[in-house]
């Protein structure tokens, strides 16, 4: 989240759909072995089932080859 300067009130303030969330829960998904339950819990995105269908329009959409994906990653790996 600090790389999105984001902050925990956030986590409860912004949207379950923010375009944030659903980038880092992309990001979870791709790289760690989180469920959609943990996730949806983290970052309060409501029902797990809700991780899987955002996460799953983001790939679909290709925005896991843009740059604030590619950015993410390349920050946790590194």
Known sequence: MEALNKMS???ATDIKSADWKILIAAVLKYK???TNMW???QLNMGVP???SR????F???GTDHETPFQELIAN???
């Open 54 to 57: 955002y996460t799953s329009t």
């Open 49 to 51: 089932h809700a991780v």
């Open 59 to 61: 790939k679909q959409n």
């Open 32 to 34: 760690t072995s989180a």
């Open 9 to 11: 009130n956030d986590v």
């Open 39 to 41: 996730i949806a819990d």
């Open 76 to 78: 946790i790996t590194s």
